[in-house]
């Protein structure tokens, strides 16, 4: 099966119920007739920036409180990363992650509640993700 669909299938599984492991998230895996290897199944966890917390997966979301604004990230086509901020936050927002330095951005482009982050593939996308997460954590 394509990594982008398998991808997806975990994600959502994830989303619909606490998943603990990677063993039982291979045995959903399974049943939903998508077959993913045990370093195949890491890679894609990490390359989700999905974490365990409280013993369960989970891929990050954060409050736009404890952000400064930031209200979610996901990927567009294979060289964006789109982040949808509070109404009127998305220049402060933008500036932060400007001031980051993250190397693998190429650069920024920020209207009233969305901004665009430009990288140069799709793996980056994943990276530069995770590393905006984590300057807003």
């Known amino acids: ?26 045995t959903l895996l399974d049943r939903a007739g998508v077959s993913a290897t045990q370093s195949s199944g890491s890679r894609d966890l990490e390359e989700l920036g999905v974490v365990k917390h409280h013993g369960r997966y989970m891929v990050p979301r954060a409050n736009g409180a404890a952000t400064h604004g930031l209200l979610s990230l996901d990927l567009a086509g294979e060289n964006l990363v789109v982040a949808r ?25 920020a209207g009233e509640d969305t901004i665009f982050v430009a990288v140069n593939d799709r793996k980056t996308q994943r990276v530069v993700m995770k590393k905006i997460w984590e300057l807003f954590q």
């Open 1 to 26: 099966m394509q990594k982008d669909l398998r991808q997806k299938k975990i994600l959502s599984l994830i989303h619909a119920k606490p998943v603990g492991t990677q063993s039982e998230l291979r």
């Open 85 to 109: 901020t509070e109404l009127g936050l998305a220049s402060a927002v933008a500036v932060e992650i400007d001031g980051a330095s993250i190397a693998e951005i190429v650069g920024t482009l």
